[in-house]
């Protein structure tokens, strides 16, 4: 294992912000465990968690280097919200790089404890981390994707294991956290694209240990880049971009089902279906497709419209409907059919504004996501109830609690909250 640094405790700051009649802090109730909340990645909140009303507001912030990675997606679990980062010098050259996992209050934002996750020291272009946050174990157990590979830390801060799925390529750009059910991570082999020595291997690694329990080698298919899978049911779906879907037995690996399609999402499972959104790259043209969960069979193929899209796209699902991003807005569609379920100036805001790729968060009769700000939008007709500036934009997934929302940008987390008295742009007292 690389050699290790000592708990860091001075990185990062918090502030608390934006109101001056503050409510009492509380206990924070719900969870977010993984990037689209659950296991199949549904992005859809438990019936008991009421996310914030806009206005919103800033309760407090939380500053962080970013020295070599992309902005991570925060996650919620028991006590403490999660963020990583990557720390050290502006060149590595001038010495080595710490990859980081942050444990917040997540009601104040103060520091429970920070971890260093591995060092490295590349003098080459490269990621040492990617969005790929991910909590298993019950939630005690933290996975991170970094340049060395995917490593566990317990939730009390003590370092566990790192399962080396990049070997001696570079670790790619793209949001790539692993799926987790049962004590078992499932994760691809990632290299940067371009890399020519590839190995398409797709692996189920045991949580607890950091050993792998099988490996599946792809064939038909480089493995290039899979995106983060979904499990639902023993079944573990995963999508290549630009080759397809597949379902592995989530026990042995063995392939249940294959299908050649231009994807350009993770997967999200629901109600024996699996939906990706799809990119013909010939005709510059987006869409979603539907497939059936056990035989791969394509239940719909819809398409949104000529246009390229930042890879790999999001989807949240509930029942009825599915919702990902494309041409800078949030598309809503029928899960049975494939229908447009808004008109065309529902999930769209200002013109000056965009939705980016990061998955919808689906809390009962709203829908967050995040672009040129946190948008808030209303599920029933697509209607844009809020919107809230930060320091930089959005590209990851926000995380939802009761009353509260997670949001990291480049450099900094904050939590918002309702605010319950607002004048002139101003919050003056927190809901």
């Known amino acids: 294992m690389p050699s290790r640094r000592a708990v ?14 503050l409510s009492d802090d509380a206990a924070v109730a719900g969870s977010w465990p993984q990037r689209g909340h659950d296991s199949a990645r549904t992005g859809t909140a438990a019936p008991d968690v009421d ?7 800033t309760a407090w912030s939380f500053e ?6 992309t902005s991570v997606s925060p996650l919620l679990a028991g006590d403490s919200v999660y963020v990583g980062y990557t720390d050290g010098p502006p060149s590595p050259a001038a010495g080595e790089r710490t990859v980081v996992i942050e444990a917040l209050d997540p009601a104040t934002g103060d520091r429970r404890w920070s971890v260093p996750v591995t060092t490295t020291r590349e003098d080459r272009g490269t990621y040492y981390h990617a969005d790929s946050l991910a909590l298993a174990g019950g939630g005690e157990t933290v996975l991170f994707q970094t340049s060395n590979g995917l490593c566990a830390i317990g939730t009390d801060g003590t370092e566990k294991w790192c399962f080396d799925n990049v070997g001696d390529g570079q670790l790619s750009y793209q949001p790539i956290s692993p799926g987790v059910d049962a004590g078992t991570a499932y994760v691809g082999h990632y290299r940067q694209i371009g890399t020519d020595d590839r190995e398409p291997t797709f692996y189920a690694v045991d949580v607890e240990d950091g050993r792998e329990r099988w490996r599946h080698e792809f064939s038909a298919w480089e493995g290039q880049l899979v995106y983060s899978p979904a499990v639902a049911d023993g079944v573990v779906y995963l999508t290549e971009f630009g080759a397809g879907v597949k379902a592995l037995d989530a026990a042995d690996g063995t392939e249940l089902w294959a299908e050649s399609l231009p ?11 699996v939906f990706a959104t799809t990119n013909e790259h010939a005709a510059e043209e987006l869409g979603a497709i539907a497939l059936d969960a056990t035989t791969g069979e394509v239940r719909w193929s819809k398409t949104d419209g000529a246009r390229s899209a930042w890879a790999p796209r999001h989807l949240a699902a509930t029942d009825d409907a ?3 991003p494309a041409h800078d807005r949030l598309v809503a569609r029928d899960a049975e059919t494939g229908d447009r379920l808004w008109t065309a100036d529902g999930g769209r805001p200002s013109a000056d504004d965009l939705i980016e790729s990061g998955a919808p968060a689906v809390v009962g009769d709203r829908i967050y996501v995040g672009g040129s700000a946190v948008f808030v939008i209303d599920r029933s007709d697509g209607e844009v109830l809020g919107r809230y500036e930060l320091d930089w934009g959005i590209e990851n997934s926000i995380a939802v609690a009761d009353g509260w929302l997670y949001v990291n940008t480049d450099r900094t987390l904050y939590g918002l909250t309702e605010c319950a008295t607002e004048i002139l742009g101003h919050c003056l007292r927190r809901g």
Not at 64 to 69: E, L, N
């Open 263 to 273: 994807v350009d999402s993770a997967p999200t499972v629901t109600n024996g279906t």
């Open 322 to 324: 599915i919702y990902y």
């Open 51 to 57: 996310g914030p009303e806009p206005p919103l507001t």
């Open 64 to 69: 962080h280097p970013s020295r070599g990675g």
């Open 8 to 21: 860091l405790a001075t990185l990062g700051s918090a502030t608390l912000a934006g109101c001056g009649a």
